[in-house]
C-alpha cells in the first residue's frame, strides 16, 4: 500500500512540474488559473445539492448552539460544506471523478454533524488521516488543513514533534480536491511518534502572502488542539512545496528544528532565466520587490536553522538548492545535500530514508531557542525577528539589514550591525545567560554601553536605537525620540500586499466620482480584486459601503478604499492627511501633477484614523494574471504608492500604465528627489 501511494505521489508532483513553461511567457495570451471547470447537468448537480442543504440546514441549527466546542468542532464540519460549496458555485469540478469526491466529502460533513450534534467529536482524537480547519483572520473564511496524527497519539499525551509538509503545485487543487486527497493520502513522510500537518496554503501561491498566513494559523490551530513541542517543529516540502521551505526557513530561522527542502525554487531571476526560460526586464522597483521572497540573499539565516536539502540527480529544479549551497557557502556553510541519483523531479526512496534519518537524528536535539551567537539579515521589517534579536526599525528598506551578535563570557554581548537604526534583545524569565549580580557591557560597532544586569526571574531585556548612520547607539530609554511618531515598523512598513496578510475591508464607494474613466476604472478593478481574491487566496472577501464603516471597522482591518475622495466618503476623511494630494483636478506627488481625469492613485499607509492598521486605495494584491502561471512571479508588483495612467488599458501584469511610483521613506513621506 505505502508503494502504492508512493507512486502516486510522484505522479502527482511530475504532473506539477510540467506546469510551469515557455508558453505560459507571453503576457498577451495568459491561460486562467484555475482553469474553467466542467459542465456539469442537472443530473449531476441534482444530489450533490440535495446533500449540500442537508448539511447547510444541520450547521444552521448548530450555529445557535452557544456552546465553546460545538462552535469548535463545527468548523471541522463546515469545511466540507465549502469545499462542494465553492465548486459548484463556482464551476470547479475539473474532472468527473470529482463528483463522487463531493459526495463522499459530504457524506463526511454529515456524519460529523450528526455527531457534533450529540455533543461528541470523534475525529478530535482519531489517529491518522484527519482533516481539520480554522477560520482565518484575514477575511472569517474557513480553511482546510489535513493531519496525520500517529497511532500512538493519545488525548492528554505529548509533547509531539509536528512536521509541516508543503504541497506540490496544483491549479486544480480546489478545496474539493485538497480535502478529499487529506482523507486518504498520507503523503511522503509519516514519522513515528510525530504529527504530519498538511496545510492547504490557500491553493497555489507556493504558500506566499495570505497562503503564509495560513501556515501560521493553521500550526497555531493544531497546538490548540493537541500538545504540540515548541522546539520540536520541522518545514518540509517539495517542488513548489520545496520553495515554500526555502522561504519558512529563511524569514522564520529560530521556529523550525529542522528545514528540508526538496527542488523548488529560492529565489525569482535565476529560477526563471533556467527553469522558465524566460527574458526578464524587470522594473528595478521589481527588482528591489524580489527581496522579500528571495532566500540566497538571507541564506546566513539557516545558521540558525539546521537544514538538509534532496534534490534528484536530473531534476532540473536542483538549481534551488544549488543557488542555496552557493550562497551558503560565501557565509562560510555546507549545505547537506542529499542527491537521489539517475532521478528527475521525485524522491529516490534510498534518499527519502537518508533524509529521514538525518531528520529524525536533529529532532532528538530540537530548536536551540537561545543560541550564544545569532546572524541575522533582512530587507524589511515583515521579517524582524531572529532568536534573541529584533530588529526595530531600519536605516532604509528593501537595502540589506544585518545583524552579527554574539554572547562572550557571562557578562558581555558584541554585535555587529549594518543599515539598522534600533534592536531590541530579550531573554524570557529563566533564559537569560548573564551573571545576575552583574551589568552587562554591549559593544556595539565601535560603540560600548552599560546595561543593566538581569533581574530575580533571570529575564532580561534592552532596547538600542541610533538616529542615523554614523550616529552613537544609546538605550532607548534614555532617547527623546518622539514615541508617537509615524515610522516603519514591523507588519507596518508597506508594500502594498502587506495590507493583505492581516484582517482587510474592501470600502466601495456611495457616491460616483466626477471622472468618467476613473470611475469605470475603478468599478473594473474593484470587481477584479474581489474575484480574484477568492479565486487565489480562496475566501470571499469582507465587503462594505463606504457608508457602514465605524469604529469597530476602523479599529479591526486595514481599510481597502475604492474610488475618489468625492466619491468615497471615508477617503474624504482623510485625504488632507495623506503624503500625497488628492485634489478635485490633479494628483500632487511632490512637485509633479497628474490630470484626474485620466489617472488613479494606488497607495499603501498608515491608517489617519487608526495608525496602527493600514489605508490602501485602489488595489488588491498586486501580482496578476501573468504571475499566476509560475510561482517564482508570485512577488509584489507594486511599491508604497504608484500613479496609473488610465489610457492604457488594465493587462496581465499591471493595472494600466505606472507613470510613477516608489517607496515611502522610514517615516512614511516621500523620498526626496
Known amino acids: 500500500m505505502k508503494f502504492v501511494i508512493f507512486i502516486a505521489w510522484m505522479a502527482i508532483?511530475?504532473?506539477?512540474?510540467?506546469?510551469?513553461?515557455?508558453?505560459?511567457?507571453?503576457?498577451?495570451?495568459?491561460?486562467?488559473?484555475?482553469?474553467?471547470?466542467?459542465?456539469?447537468?442537472?443530473?449531476?448537480?441534482?444530489?450533490?445539492?440535495?446533500?449540500?442543504?442537508?448539511?447547510?440546514?444541520?450547521?444552521?441549527?448548530?450555529?445557535?448552539?452557544?456552546?465553546?466546542?460545538?462552535?469548535?468542532?463545527?468548523?471541522?464540519?463546515r469545511i466540507f460544506q465549502k469545499a462542494v460549496r465553492y465548486a459548484l458555485k463556482y464551476q470547479e469540478f475539473f474532472d468527473r471523478k470529482e463528483i463522487a469526491k463531493a459526495s463522499e466529502l459530504l457524506e463526511v460533513g454529515l456524519k460529523r454533524a450528526r455527531e457534533l450534534a450529540d455533543g461528541k467529536t470523534p475525529w478530535a482524537d482519531q489517529t491518522g488521516l484527519v482533516p481539520r480547519g480554522y477560520v482565518s483572520k484575514i477575511d472569517d473564511s474557513v480553511q482546510p488543513y489535513g493531519l496525520v496524527v500517529p497511532a500512538s497519539f493519545r488525548p492528554g499525551g505529548g509533547p509531539y514533534r509536528l512536521d509541516v509538509w508543503f504541497h506540490g503545485r496544483g491549479e486544480t487543487l480546489s478545496e474539493l480536491n485538497f480535502t478529499h486527497e487529506r482523507l486518504h493520502n498520507k503523503g511522503q513522510f509519516t514519522p513515528a511518534d510525530t504529527f504530519v500537518l498538511h496545510p492547504y496554503g490557500r491553493y497555489c501561491n507556493a504558500f506566499k502572502f495570505a497562503g503564509e498566513i495560513d501556515v501560521l494559523e493553521a500550526i497555531d490551530a493544531v497546538k490548540r488542539d493537541y500538545r504540540i513541542d515548541d522546539d520540536r517543529i520541522a518545514v518540509r516540502g517539495f517542488s513548489m512545496g520545496g520553495a515554500a521551505c526555502w522561504q519558512f526557513a529563511v524569514n522564520y530561522s529560530d521556529r523550525w528544528f529542522c528545514a528540508n527542502p526538496g527542488a523548488g525554487f529560492a529565489e525569482t531571476p535565476r529560477f526563471l532565466k533556467i527553469f522558465q526560460r524566460e527574458k526578464l526586464a524587470p522594473t528595478p522597483i521589481e527588482q528591489t520587490l524580489w527581496r522579500l521572497y528571495d532566500c540566497d540573499l538571507k541564506a546566513v539565516n539557516l545558521k540558525q536553522c539546521p537544514t538538509v536539502a534532496y534534490s534528484g540527480e536530473i531534476d532540473n529544479q536542483k538549481q534551488a538548492a544549488d543557488v542555496m549551497a552557493e550562497a551558503l557557502a560565501k557565509e562560510g556553510i555546507t549545505l547537506t545535500h542529499i542527491i537521489g541519483p539517475k532521478t528527475r523531479h521525485s524522491y529516490h526512496p534510498d534518499s527519502a530514508r537518508e533524509v529521514e534519518r538525518r531528520v529524525a537524528s536533529l529532532a532528538v536535539k530540537g530548536r536551540e531557542r537561545y543560541p550564544r551567537s545569532v546572524s541575522f539579515v533582512t530587507y524589511t521589517l515583515k521579517y524582524n525577528k531572529m532568536n534573541w534579536v529584533t530588529i526595530d526599525a531600519l536605516g532604509e528598506h528593501w537595502k540589506k539589514a544585518r545583524v552579527d551578535a554574539r554572547i562572550v563570557g557571562d557578562s558581555e554581548i558584541a554585535i555587529n550591525s549594518e543599515n539598522v537604526a534600533a534592536i531590541t534583545l530579550d531573554f524570557p524569565s529563566g533564559f537569560s545567560p548573564f551573571d545576575p549580580t552583574r551589568g552587562v557591557a554591549i559593544h556595539i560597532d565601535e560603540y560600548s554601553i552599560g546595561a543593566p544586569s538581569p533581574v530575580s526571574d533571570r529575564s532580561w531585556s534592552v532596547k538600542l536605537r541610533r538616529a542615523g548612520a554614523g550616529s552613537p547607539w544609546t538605550l532607548a530609554a534614555n532617547d527623546k525620540e518622539n514615541p508617537t511618531a509615524l515610522r516603519k515598523t514591523h507588519d507596518l512598513q508597506g508594500p502594498i500586499d502587506d495590507a493583505f496578510m492581516d484582517r482587510f475591508i474592501f470600502v466601495t464607494p456611495t457616491s460616483k466620482s466626477p471622472h468618467a474613466k476613473f470611475e469605470s476604472w475603478t468599478e473594473s478593478e474593484s470587481r477584479r480584486a474581489i474575484g480574484e481574491w477568492r479565486r487565489q487566496f480562496?475566501?470571499?472577501?469582507?465587503?462594505?459601503?463606504?457608508?457602514?464603516?465605524?469604529?469597530?471597522?476602523?479599529?479591526?482591518?486595514?481599510?481597502?478604499?475604492?474610488?475618489?475622495?468625492?466619491?468615497?466618503?471615508?477617503?474624504?476623511?482623510?485625504?488632507?492627511?495623506?503624503?500625497?494630494?488628492?485634489?478635485?483636478?490633479?494628483?500632487?506627488?511632490?512637485?509633479?501633477?497628474?490630470?484626474?481625469?485620466?489617472?488613479?492613485?494606488?497607495?499603501?499607509?498608515?491608517?489617519?484614523?487608526?495608525?496602527?492598521?493600514?489605508?490602501?486605495?485602489?488595489s488588491g494584491f498586486t501580482?496578476?494574471?501573468?504571475?499566476?502561471?509560475?510561482?517564482?512571479?508570485?512577488?509584489?508588483?507594486?511599491?508604497?504608492?504608484?500613479?496609473?495612467?488610465?489610457?492604457?488599458?488594465?493587462?496581465s501584469r499591471y493595472p494600466g500604465k505606472v507613470v510613477a511610483a516608489d517607496f515611502f521613506n522610514e517615516d512614511w513621506k516621500l523620498k526626496a528627489k
Open 623 to 651: 501580482f496578476r494574471e501573468y504571475d499566476y502561471l509560475s510561482n517564482a512571479r508570485q512577488v509584489p508588483r507594486l511599491p508604497d504608492w504608484s500613479v496609473i495612467d488610465l489610457s492604457v488599458a488594465p493587462s
Open 13 to 77: 508532483s511530475i504532473g506539477s512540474a510540467r506546469a510551469d513553461g515557455p508558453a505560459d511567457n507571453v503576457p498577451e495570451t495568459v491561460r486562467p488559473v484555475p482553469k474553467p471547470g466542467i459542465e456539469l447537468s442537472a443530473d449531476d448537480k441534482r444530489p450533490l445539492e440535495r446533500s449540500l442543504a442537508e448539511l447547510d440546514a444541520a450547521i444552521e441549527r448548530l450555529s445557535t448552539q452557544k456552546s465553546p466546542a460545538i462552535a469548535r468542532g463545527l468548523i471541522d464540519v
Open 538 to 618: 480562496r475566501g470571499e472577501p469582507i465587503v462594505k459601503r463606504d457608508s457602514e464603516i465605524g469604529d469597530a471597522e476602523i479599529a479591526s482591518a486595514n481599510l481597502v478604499l475604492w474610488g475618489d475622495p468625492t466619491s468615497n466618503a471615508v477617503l474624504a476623511k482623510i485625504a488632507d492627511r495623506l503624503p500625497i494630494g488628492w485634489k478635485a483636478d490633479s494628483i500632487e506627488v511632490g512637485g509633479e501633477k497628474y490630470s484626474t481625469d485620466n489617472h488613479a492613485l494606488v497607495l499603501v499607509y498608515p491608517n489617519p484614523l487608526n495608525p496602527k492598521r493600514y489605508v490602501v486605495l485602489n
